[in-house]
């Protein structure tokens, strides 16, 4: 067997793996649920005032920008979900690893196959369950929202978008909404990929496949801690994955800084030795 057919074999395996695990449609499956809550909930109620007419005059209406899970910011299932992130992007995949372990699966495979490559391969698959358990629920919210919204491009004068022309991509919002949509929804996917490699990197050395799960949303929540009581929300992860801007100061090189550090912490947990707790 070649060398390049071992590696593309395992990483077939670990993403047939990945997509065919329950909790992979578990994680799917929460995140359409809170979307169809906030459709019910607040697009339906938004769609009752297209077309409202004030002193002979009709108003500018709400658009799928400003209405979707992304870009409303009145209800509670934008919150829900932002928090809830990293616990849904761990849930699919993140502890296959300690249970390979655990099961002595993983000693079977090293019979045939490197670790060096296992572990990229798991990381790989583990990275896009994460992604995918993010971004499916997104565009499928905004599939579902532009079924009552109108995909009309936001105007600033209307003062109805969280996002200011001086925002982060403000620009791009009033002008090419939905290059502005596509580029929010990639970063958050690929945040919930990177949240998903560093639970996996937890399971090296946590004891519990629970907290292997936790690890990131418990992370996530310390971090939102340290940052509103320093008055830096711009640093949250959850200000770059949602298409309305409520804090201030938020910048894309600051974006980019989170993703590349979310990265390295993946990374380290992935790779750093640990004194001889990883073994199997």
């Not at 108003?59 to 934008?78: I, S």
């Not at 801690?225 to 298409?243: A, P």
């Amino acid at each position: 067997m070649k060398k390049t057919d071992s590696t593309s074999r395992i990483l077939r395996l670990e993403c047939i793996r990945m997509l065919n695990t329950p909790a992979f449609f578990v994680s799917i499956a929460i995140g359409m649920a809170i979307s169809i809550w906030h459709i019910v909930d607040r697009v339906w109620l938004k769609y009752q005032t297209l077309g409202t007419v004030y002193h002979g005059y009709m108003l500018y209406p709400n658009t799928v920008f400003n209405t979707c899970l992304g870009g409303e910011v009145l209800g509670v299932q934008r919150i829900i979900f932002l928090l809830c992130a990293p616990l849904l992007a761990a849930i699919p995949y993140a502890a296959s690893a300690y249970r390979d372990r655990k099961s002595g699966y993983a000693g079977q495979i090293f019979c045939r196959i490197s670790r060096k490559k296992y572990d990229a391969a798991k990381y790989l698959a583990v990275f896009l369950s994460g992604f995918l358990a993010i971004g499916i629920p997104l565009v499928f919210d905004f599939m579902g929202t532009l079924l009552f919204m109108p995909l009309t491009r936001p105007e600033i004068v209307t003062s109805l978008d969280m996002v200011g022309e001086a925002a982060c991509f403000g620009d791009l919002y009033y002008t090419h909404p939905l290059a502005y949509t596509g580029i929010v929804y990639l970063t958050a996917s690929l945040f919930g990929g990177l949240f998903a490699t560093i639970a996996l990197g937890a399971g090296r050395f946590l004891k519990s496949g629970f907290a292997v799960l936790v690890f990131p949303f418990i992370i996530n929540m310390l971090w939102n801690y340290v940052t509103d009581m320093r008055g830096i929300s711009e640093w949250q992860f959850m200000s770059y994955m949602s298409l309305s801007q409520t804090t201030y100061h938020m910048a894309a090189w600051k974006g980019g800084v989170l993703l590349l550090g979310s990265f390295v912490f993946g990374i380290a947990l992935n790779v750093l030795p640990l004194q001889g707790k990883d073994v199997l």
